[in-house]
């Protein structure tokens, strides 16, 4: 039997997250994208609103590291909106024929 360990996130990352779902992105689609549980960013939501996010007690995070985080948040996005425009435009494409 092996034995998971619990996954640990900065105060930084969990900010970006809770950022992303106060923007108006939904919970579940932040939570897909960030590889997280929806339940974990729900409670961090809850928790940023209540003032008590707080995170883990980690090596500090670099500027290079944030900014690798939020471009790889923001493709995660443009992918989907590419995604979705081209489903978009397939279905057109096929009604005009």
């Known amino acids: 039997m092996t034995k ?3 996954a640990r996130y900065t105060l930084e990352f969990k900010q970006e997250a809770v ?15 960030l590889g997280l549980v929806e339940q974990t960013l729900f409670n961090w939501v809850k ?8 995170g883990a007690d980690s090596k500090p995070v670099s500027a290079e590291q944030m900014e690798i985080a939020r471009l790889r948040a923001e ?10 425009l081209g489903k978009a435009t397939a279905y057109f494409a096929k009604g005009a024929k």
């Open 4 to 6: 998971t360990t619990r």
């Open 19 to 33: 950022r992303l779902v106060e923007g108006g992105q939904s919970q579940a689609s932040v939570a897909k994208t």
């Open 47 to 54: 928790a940023s609103r209540q003032g008590q996010l707080k």
């Open 75 to 84: 493709l995660a996005r443009v992918k989907m909106e590419r995604d979705i």
